[in-house]
Each structure stands twice: as C-alpha cells, then as structure tokens.
C-alpha cells in the first residue's frame, strides 16, 4: 500500500516524536508514505470561520495534489482528516462549487476530481490491517491501564467520517488490548478535550479539560491514549495550565498510539520518541522484566520542569 502522507501542522512542528512513531510503524505492514508539498489542511474552525471558499479551496489543492501521484491520503491528525473530509463531501455534493474552485487550480496547474479517498492511520490499523495482524508483531506487551481518547474531530459527524461509533467509541480501547493495555471506561468518553473552545474562551477551555480529566482520573488510569495530536497537546500541557487555574493535581502521561505500538513491537530506538514527553511513565524494557518488575508510577512518572 502507498499513500500520500498528511501529517499536518501541528504533528509536523510541535510533536515530531509522535510523526517519527508512525514513520517506524507502517513500513513493518508493507506500507509506503509519499511526502507531498502540502498546505495546512486548512485548519477547520478558524479557517472555514472566515471564509468558507478559502478553507474549500485549500483542501481541494491538497487533496489534488494526491489526485495528480494517483495516491489516496493518509491523515495522521483528526483535524485534518475532518477537514479534507468534509471538504471532499461538499465538492462532491455541490458541483458549482467544484467548478469554482477548480477555477482557481488551474492557475496552479491543477484540477481537483474526488478520485482520492481521505483515511485516517486509526482507520488503516484497525479496518485495514487488524487486530490479528497487529496482534501477531507484538513482541513487548504494555501491561498498563490506560483511558482513550478517540477525539471529536475523527467522530463527528460520523455520517461523514466513518471512524466509530460517535456515541459509543471502542476501536482504540481494542487496538490498545491489542498491545496488552487494559482500557478503562469512564465517564464523559466522548465529551471534548476543551481545544475547542479555547480560541472563544480559554477559561471555559480549560474548565472543559478539568471536567474530562475529573472523569479520566476517576478510574486511576496509568496513561491516557489519543489519536489526535491537539488533543494530545491538549491534555499533556492544558493539565498543568488546568491545575494552576482550578488547583487540580492531574499528572497523567499522554501516548499518541503509534508511539506504544512502536515499543510494543520492539523497534529500535524507540526511547527517543518518549524523551520530548512532559510528563512520564516508565515502560518495561522488555517482557522478561515486565513479568520480573511490572510497571510502577509514582516514582516512574514526574512532570518537566
């Protein structure tokens, strides 16, 4: 499988670890990423709130950029993947539209067609490649308890979107059992990490994030698990701005999945990805020790200063 890779701006410039994780991880399953001149996707709330042209205009450059290689995208950021997803929906629904923005392509050489599928790494793990499949590569089994987070931007509006249940989400919960993690249910799942509202409100913001990891922390979790990196922004370094505001005491480490399926499936160098992490938890070196020590916090986890 080849796929034009979109990891956009936020993974790209604020957690590289995280992008290198995937880059480890989806050659091991026969999966090549092509590196495409792409844009911000753009940006979905602040963008589209604007100028709804603008925003239609620059997901279909991107997205006809891949049209040009013959490759489908392949979106490691919820955001993104919302995005070039809704735009691709109203350019396929409204064909005036289409014809304007392709208006505008030309000049730059290029024509949008909707030939181009827009997927999500959550979705090639778990619809794509499998449970069995990922099952069979893990070499470390990561016996932690963790809650997940799957993000709002890859659920809604699920019509659309096609990840999971927007109501009920389970497809991380069993991706993370996969790698031997127990996930935890708890209340508030799919409530919003607070990243949302922050450009209107960033107290409200943060009272949100508080609300969510109140809920998180609950359940005593050793880590929490994401799909998306605002959200993983969101929770690593909100819970500090959180715990000055409200005098909360959340110390919880955060994991892009990639990053735990890279340890899980013993890949070299793999202590690199954790080193940028504010906030950590030790992980066995390797199943022999796990079954020796198992995994503490307390000591293990401490926040940068």
Same mark, same amino acid.
Request: negative net charge; hydrophobic residues 40%; glycine residues 4%.
């Given at each position: 499988?080849?796929?034009?890779?979109?990891?956009?701006?936020?993974?790209?410039?604020?957690?590289?670890?995280?992008?290198?994780?995937i880059r480890m991880v989806v050659p091991k399953f026969d999966i090549d990423l092509v590196d495409l001149p792409f844009t911000?996707?753009?940006?979905?709330?602040?963008?589209?709130?604007?100028?709804?042209?603008?925003?239609?205009?620059?997901?279909?450059?991107?997205?006809?950029?891949?049209?040009?290689?013959?490759?489908?995208?392949?979106?490691?950021?919820?955001?993104?993947?919302?995005?070039?997803?809704?735009?691709?929906?109203?350019?396929?629904?409204?064909?005036?539209?289409?014809?304007?923005?392709?208006?505008?392509?030309?000049?730059?050489?290029?024509?949008?067609?909707?030939?181009?599928?827009?997927?999500?790494?959550?979705?090639?793990?778990?619809?794509?490649?499998?449970?069995?499949?990922?099952?069979?590569?893990?070499?470390?089994?990561?016996?932690?308890?963790?809650?997940?987070?799957?993000?709002?931007?890859?659920?809604?509006?699920?019509?659309? @979107?096609?990840?999971?249940?927007?109501?009920? !989400?389970?497809?991380?919960? *069993? %991706?993370? +059992?996969?790698?031997?993690?127990?996930? &935890?249910?708890?209340?508030?799942?799919?409530?919003?990490?607070?990243?949302?509202?922050?450009?209107?409100?960033?107290?409200?913001?943060?009272?949100?994030?508080?609300?969510?990891?109140?809920?998180?922390?609950?359940?005593?979790?050793?880590?929490?698990?994401?799909?998306?990196?605002?959200?993983?922004?969101?929770?690593?370094?909100?819970?500090?701005?959180?715990?000055?505001?409200?005098?909360?005491?959340?110390?919880?480490?955060?994991?892009?999945?990639?990053? @735990?399926?890279?340890?899980?499936?013993?890949? !070299?160098?793999?202590?690199? *990805? %954790?080193? +940028?992490?504010?906030?950590?938890?030790? &992980?066995?070196?390797?199943?022999?020790?796990?079954?020796?020590?198992?995994?503490?916090?307390?000591?293990?986890?401490?926040?940068?200063?």
């Amino acid at each position: 499988m080849k796929y034009a890779f979109f990891p956009g701006c936020t993974m790209a410039y604020r957690l590289q670890f995280a992008e290198k994780s995937i880059r480890m991880v989806v050659p091991k399953f026969d999966i090549d990423l092509v590196d495409l001149p792409f844009t911000c996707c753009p940006e979905p709330n602040a963008i589209r709130a604007l100028s709804d042209d603008t925003w239609l205009t620059f997901a279909a450059r991107n997205i006809a950029l891949a049209e040009n290689e013959g490759l489908d995208i392949l979106t490691s950021c919820a955001g993104c993947h919302e995005s070039l997803s809704l735009a691709k929906h109203e350019l396929e629904k409204n064909p005036e539209r289409k014809e304007r923005v392709n208006e505008i392509l030309k000049d730059l050489g290029l024509e949008y067609k909707g030939s181009s599928v827009i997927i999500h790494l959550h979705q090639i793990l778990f619809d794509e490649i499998g449970i069995e499949t990922l099952s069979s590569k893990v070499k470390r089994p990561i016996p932690i308890k963790v809650v997940t987070h799957t993000g709002c931007h890859l659920l809604r509006p699920e019509r659309i @979107l096609h990840v999971d249940n927007a109501e009920v !989400p389970v497809k991380l919960d *069993l %991706l993370c +059992e996969t790698l031997g993690m127990e996930p &935890l249910d708890y209340m508030d799942k799919t409530m919003c990490c607070g990243a949302g509202v922050r450009k209107t409100n960033s107290v409200t913001s943060y009272a949100v994030l508080r609300e969510k990891m109140t809920s998180m922390q609950m359940v005593e979790p050793d880590a929490i698990v994401v799909f998306c990196p605002t959200c993983f922004i969101t929770f690593e370094s909100g819970q500090r701005v959180a715990n000055r505001i409200f005098g909360t005491d959340f110390m919880l480490p955060v994991f892009y999945y990639t990053e @735990l399926l890279a340890i899980a499936m013993d890949l !070299p160098d793999t202590e690199l *990805l %954790l080193n +940028e992490h504010r906030v950590k938890l030790e &992980l066995p070196k390797s199943e022999e020790s796990t079954k020796e020590t198992g995994v503490s916090r307390g000591d293990s986890m401490a926040s940068s200063p």
